[in-house]
């Protein structure tokens, strides 16, 4: 259906792990230039519920579909084609900051360049080891990385935090471009949040 | 979305650059390597005294030995390939980023060329030490290039296997067992064959054949054990 635009879909999703039922039956939308705030304690599902969105995990049962200009994605797709923030991704230590966007620049066929003018706003040196980096500077090396080869649905799990307040704001005007821009997203976090643009809410804390 | 042939090589010269990169600056594998790879000689050259063996015993002999130095060097360092990037948490991101196949294909390159390298350092090393004599030399070269692809492309797999397992240990031995005995049984062979001057008959095929089977379940196999 060529003409349909990008948007995500995923209805009654369920996944166990053993015996523990993490997500029974969530249901959701977004829609281009829209956002999706999932609010929870922790372990609520927030994080899988990102897993399994961007094909990282596999549901036990229900259906994700998510639709760009050329079609609609599998998982495998989907998992090269979404930008990912999550406080468990982690890059190479031996490596310094831009060598390691340069190398996974090469591996998604794409220039550098948007993930470089993401880390000078965000304030983060590019020659800093990747070993050395605070928790704070790591956070801002995963959003440049996420950036990186400007997807069109970004999942953020906790999104903003170890920021300081410059961190937070820069952020926040990163992912007020995205949507801006017609882009998706969808941000997990403990508690809510507050955006300047509206943004659908889906708790899984009940 | 589908990458085309130059993208794919592109990507797994991307992850090639990126394992020796790495490699150089913690040496990991190598230090372990050439641990193991001088320990081993120097225990089979003190073992077999200033006088070595007699030809005879040497041709059965020596060919074993040789493999199991190279085998214990290459087990030291290579299971780390995949194990390390669940470790250290760079898996998810990796899995994000790259197509399984380049992944594989990337990191089987890596192990190559540590194999190459080891092999080229240690075989000279050891038929000096050891005095063992090759009447075929050509044929040693063609069982170590085959014999080397062979343990970097049987020990990649087992290592992407059990990268997810909690007894990562234990399971590198059980499944390196049956995937890389058939292997050395082969390499023995076609060096024992080298060392008489006789020709290898089937071993040498076989040996082809056994690194075409598991270059090709690799390549189907990774992408199952490697994304849920």
Redesign the interface.
Known sequence: MPGVPTHLRFENLCRRFGRLSVLKGVSGAVAPGGMLLVTGPNGSGKSTLLRCL?????ADSGTIEYREE?GQ?D???R????G?V?P????????TVA?NLE??S????VSPARGFAVLERLGLPADRLGGTLSSGMRQRLRWA?ALLHSPRLLLLDEPFQNFDAAGERTARELLAEHLAAGGLAVVANPSSLDFDHAAEHLDLGG | MRRNTSTWGAEVAAVFAKEWRCEFRTRYSLNTLALFACTTLVVVSFSLGPLGVSRSQGTALLPVLLWIILLFSVAAGLPRAFVQEEETHTATALRLAATPSALFCGKLLYGLTLVFALEALVTPVYVAMTSFNVESPGLLIAVLAAGGYGLAVGSTLVAAIIAQARSKGTLFSVLAFPVLLPLLVLTVEVTRCAASGSAPDVALPQLLLYDAVVTVAGLMLFPVVWNP
């Open positions: 961007s094909g990282l995990l596999a050329e994605l998982a495998s797709e998992r090269l084609r979404v990912v999550a468990d991704l982690a890059f190479y230590a031996e490596l060598e190398f996974f090469r591996l998604r066929r990385w």
